[in-house]
Each structure stands twice: as structure tokens, then as C-alpha cells.
């Protein structure tokens, strides 16, 4: 069935880094609103927003003290409404960042909570006394915070609290009524406001294990010298979570026209299927970890056969799906992906292109449309996200050569993402005219917006053809997928096919030059292709055979 959020191209925006309106060196949503018109000449159709709620900032706005305040140093209620407003007046929709699993231990909740064992709010949140004298079980924290482990004693009552993240980020109790319905109430309260949708945080471990059991697994390293487990498959997809997810749907979701994508690690197609399955009535779709899964790299053929199998939950199941290379959780797609040097423009565009062509709804991460790269900092006070800061500490007290740990790191850090967008070669890329919260990625001399409407040969520019393209093919949003040459470790080749419209999309992934399989010449002639949109400007007949380094063709068919 056709949906608008099927079609949607939504660009996610962190704000903290997008623009800084008032010089304090913080992205705000008042610059955001300055930035409208880029965003809308982009082609973006749907702004997520990461979390911009009151918030004391030890995960960038993850740990929320307060669902219903913007934090003050993004604005105000009135600003947000503003934006809102304004982003539909151009026909743009915008989501917010729903987290439910855990709040910040500042929210009021937790402060109640931990007030006595008595207190109203007590199992708003998971408290465990000690188990022979220790924590509760052996879960590491996802941070590799502290020593490790996800529990954290409270003086006042003599019991444990969960946190599967930052100990200043309390994992809730979902199996307390009283807090599922403040949270629904919440939900809806934003959605009265007129915001279309949520992308909804780690929604699938809401729910955790009965019993609270020990992980099977060995002690993680580092932290394993202290015996922890970070587990991450412990409380993903419990009993109940569906339950659950049908209830919130019931409770909120259906009572709206709005989307939910919801994010899953540890899912695979077979586990998706029942979170996205349209009777099941819980969440429109899922970011799985399966491609862009930080710090694996996947071979071109493990990618074709990953979107083979997410391709099905789409024909056969009924489901919708998602496309995006990266977020504020990963690296920079062009340097992760594909080459960030030699062939920036030529990688970072086939990487778009793949994404677009791809079926599900697409995510384009604030800066990738400029071909924004990974940064190299050169120590670890510049970096600022929670992971590489504990995972760093911990390597080094465990006995790691600070050096060799910053550079174990380096190319994973989540800070690669979250550097300031770089909007011309000014100051910290325009991004401020104050002292930027992070420090800039020193390229922004030469990657900027201003440079990119400039060149020659421009990822932004590419973009925009391809979010226009989308608006006129419904071939890209609903059309079949039948990928070819399953097992060519270099080239990504796939036909798309709608009412009357055939498209044949070729993209090499690497640095390699290929001649045209013979296959896919034979298609080209017989259905008289021709080249619609293409990342090199000289394709010629003579040309055409010989697939350059990153290159990526849409051909329509006959
Ligand atoms: C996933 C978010 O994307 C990430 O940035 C955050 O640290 C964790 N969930 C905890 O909320």
C-alpha cells in the first residue's frame, strides 16, 4: 500500500553540530530553521531530529531529564513549534527521537525512585539487591563505563540499579503501568503538537530477560578483567517486547498519521519481520545493523545477500524497510565505505546512489550530502562520545599502550559522525561564530556546502538529482528488486521494475576498474538502455563497457 513515509527522504539532523544561530559554539534549533531552505533544496521530504529534550548531556541528549522542555541550549518550546511550523509549510514532515528504554538518572522519576523502596516511582526503574555480595548478574554496560558493569550501587536503599548504558542512564521497567502510561501520555502530547512520527531508541530491549539471568558468554575485553559481559543480545527481542510494541501502536501510533522507525540491533530479517509485518500493527520499520554495522565491514557479496534477504520482508511479508549507510553511531559512510581521498566525489556519490535505488525508506545523514569525511584528532581529550572515552580508559587501565588504544578507536569512533557540518571554509566551517562544543574536522577548508554548489563534480549536487528522481519514479520507492551477478565481488547489479517502467542499476564498490559483464550488456541490448544518471560525465559507447573505480549507472529500460 502506498504511504508517505514509504517515500520519504529523511534527513537526520543532530543538532548540537547542524548550525549555530547564537554564537555559544551549540547547534540550535533556531539554526535549523535558518537551514530550511538547503534542507528542502536537498529534497528532503522528513527531518529526524536526535534528541533535543532537557537533557544533563552525558550521551549528547540520550539521557533525558525532561520529555516535555527542549534543552535550553537548542531553545525554546516556542522555537521548536516554530520550526515545525515552518518545515510544514515547505511540505516537510519532521520526527523525534523517542527514547524509552532508559531516562537520565536527573529525570524526577529517578530521583523518586531512589528515594526508598517504598516510594511511587520505585519500579519505574530495575533495583536489584546484592547477589552474594556482588551486582545482581555479570552485564557489562555498552559504554565500557567505569569498571564495567551495568549495575550501580545506590547508598540510600542498599540495592543495584540496571543501566545498560551510562550509570546516569537508568534502564526503565516497562512491566510498571503507571510509567507506560506517562510515557503514552508523553508520546502523545508531541504528536498533538503536530510532530509526524519517532524514530524510537533501542526499542527493542525494552523489554529485558526474565529473571534477569547471567550471559553465557566470556568476559568482554577490556572490561573482562573484571569479569563483565557486554552482552548486547541479552535484552534485545525478549518475550513481551511485542506485546508491548502492539500495545504502544494501540495506545498511540494508530491514533496518528505518522510514521515509527525503530531502532534495532541485533536483528536479522527472520526477528524484523515482526516488529514491521503491516497486520501486525506495532512499528512501520527498522534500522537493522546488518550493512552498517560498526566495526565490520561487510564483502560486496555478504551486502547483495543482506539486501536480498531484507528485500523479502518487502514482497513477501508485507513489511517496510530502511536504507542508510550511517547516523551519529558510526563512521562517516565515504570513509568507512568507500575511499575518502582519491575517489571522494566517485564513492561517496555510488554510495548514494545504491542507497536511493535501493528499495525501503532513505536516511541521509546530516553531511553525507557533501561527502563529509571521518576526522583524525590527535588525542583522545578532543574526542567527547561515551564509548570511545570508556572504551579508551578501560583499555589503557587494563594495560594498553594509550596509542595503540586511540588508534584501535580512531576509525570507529562515533565522533566521526558528530564533528561540526561544514557549511563553507570560514571559521569552523561556518558552523559557529563562537568556540564549536567539538572540534572541527580541519577539512572543512575544502568539504563544505558552499564549495560543493561550486564544483564541477558535486556529491550535493548528485543528491539533489537523486531526491528529485525519487519524486518522479515511483520505481525507486515501489518497484521489484531482482538483484544479478549474486556472486561478483566487486559490482552491485540489480533491476527495478514498476507499472511500466524497468530501470538496470549497476554500481562497482570498490577502486577497481571492471569491464561490463557480458550479461548486463546483453540486457542493455536487447532492452535498449539508456544511461539516466550516471557518476562519471564521459560515458560514452566506447566508455561504456569498462566500469571505472566507484562508478554507479541507472539505465532505463525499454
Ligand atoms: C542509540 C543511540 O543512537 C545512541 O546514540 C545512544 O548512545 C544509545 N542508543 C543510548 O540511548
Not at 549555530?20 to 530553521?33: A, E, K, Q, Y
Not at 551477478?485 to 576498474?513: A, H, M, P, S
Request: hydrophobic letters at 30%; charged letters at 25%.
Amino acid at each position: 500500500m502506498k504511504k508517505w513515509w514509504k517515500e520519504a527522504v529523511v534527513y537526520q539532523i543532530y543538532t548540537k553540530s547542524f548550525y549555530d544561530s547564537n554564537g555559544d559554539g551549540i547547534g540550535d534549533l533556531r539554526g535549523i530553521v535558518q537551514k530550511l531552505d538547503y534542507i528542502q533544496k536537498l529534497g528532503a521530504t522528513v527531518i529526524w531530529l536526535n534528541p533535543i529534550y532537557q537533557s544533563p548531556d552525558v550521551d549528547n541528549g540520550y539521557d533525558i531529564s525532561d520529555y516535555q522542555s527542549i534543552d535550553p541550549r537548542y531553545g525554546t518550546l516556542d522555537d521548536f513549534k516554530e520550526l515545525l511550523e515552518k518545515a510544514h509549510a515547505r511540505g516537510i514532515r519532521l520526527i523525534m527521537d523517542m527514547v524509552l528504554n532508559h531516562t537520565s538518572d536527573e529525570h524526577k522519576w529517578f530521583q523518586e525512585s531512589k528515594k526508598s523502596k517504598g516510594n511511587p516511582y520505585r519500579d519505574y526503574y530495575i533495583w536489584r539487591p546484592a547477589k552474594n555480595g556482588k551486582e545482581p548478574n555479570n552485564w557489562g554496560n555498552y559504554f565500557y563505563e567505569g569498571r564495567g558493569s551495568a549495575w550501580e550501587f545506590d547508598e540510600t536503599t542498599q540495592e543495584y540499579y540496571l543501566h545498560n548504558y551510562s550509570k546516569k542512564m537508568p534502564d526503565l521497567n516497562w512491566g510498571n503501568p503507571n510509567m507506560k502510561e506517562d510515557m503514552c501520555r508523553m508520546m502523545r502530547w508531541w504528536l498533538d503538537l503536530g510532530v509526524d512520527g519517532f524514530r524510537m531508541d533501542a526499542v527493542n530491549r525494552l523489554v529485558k530477560p526474565k529473571g534477569l539471568p547471567d550471559s553465557p558468554n566470556p568476559p568482554t575485553p577490556p572490561v573482562g578483567i573484571y569479569g563483565y559481559v557486554v552482552d548486547r543480545t541479552m535484552c534485545a527481542n525478549c518475550p513481551g517486547i511485542h506485546e508491548l510494541l502492539h500495545e504502544l501502536n494501540q495506545e498511540v501510533f494508530q491514533k496518528y498519521d505518522m510514521m515509527v522507525v525503530g531502532e534495532t540491533g541485533n536483528v536479522d530479517t527472520a526477528i524484523a519481520i515482526d516488529y514491521v509485518k503491516e497486520e501486525r500493527e506495532e512499528i512501520n520499520m527498522v534500522f537493522h545493523f546488518e550493512i552498517a554495522k560498526n566495526p565490520v565491514l561487510k564483502t560486496v557479496v555478504e551486502i547483495k545477500e543482506i539486501e536480498r534477504r531484507w528485500n523479502h520482508v518487502v514482497m513477501e511479508q508485507n513489511g517496510w524497510i530502511t536504507q542508510y549507510l550511517s547516523n551519529h553511531d558510526t563512521p562517516r559512510q565515504v570513509s568507512f565505505f568507500g575511499n575518502d581521498k582519491e575517489y571522494r566525489y566517485e564513492s561517496a556519490t555510488m554510495l548514494g546512489l545504491l542507497m536511493h535505488t535501493h528499495p525501503g525508506t532513505v536516511y541521509i545523514y546530516q553531511g553525507e550530502e557533501i561527502g563529509m569525511t571521518n576526522v583524525d584528532f590527535p588525542s583522545i581529550e578532543y574526542y567527547n562520545e561515551k564509548y570511545t572515552v570508556g572504551k579508551y580508559e578501560t583499555m589503557v587501565e587494563s594495560g594498553v599502550d594509550p596509542e595503540t588504544a586511540l588508534n584501535s578507536l580512531k576509525h570507529t569512533s562515533r565522533d566521526n559522525d558528530r564533528t561540526p557540518m561544514q557549511w563553507d571554509d570560514s571559521d569552523n566551517g561556518g558552523f559557529t561564530t563562537g568556540t564549536p562544543w567539538m572540534h572541527s574536522n580541519p577539512n572543512y577548508v575544502d568539504i563544505n556546502v558552499v564549495r560543493e554548489e561550486e564544483r564541477e563534480h558535486s556529491v550535493l549536487r548528485f543528491y539533489r538529482t537523486l531526491t528529485s528522481l525519487r519524486k518522479e519514479h515511483p520505481v525507486m520507492v515501489y518497484g521489484d528488486y531482482h538483484q544479478m551477478l549474486e556472486d561478483d565481488e566487486d559490482l552491485i547489479v540489480y533491476l527495478r521494475q514498476y507499472e511500466k517502467e524497468t530501470w538496470l542499476v549497476i554500481c562497482n564498490f570498490y577502486g577497481n576498474e571492471r569491464s561490463m559483464p557480458q550479461k548486463v550488456q546483453e540486457i542493455l541490448d536487447q532492452e535498449h538502455g539508456t544511461l539516466l544518471l550516471g557518476n562519471y560525465d564521459d560515458v560514452t559507447n566506447e566508455t561504456a563497457e569498462q566500469i571505472r573505480p566507484y562508478e554507479a549507472r541507472i539505465y532505463q529500460l525499454s
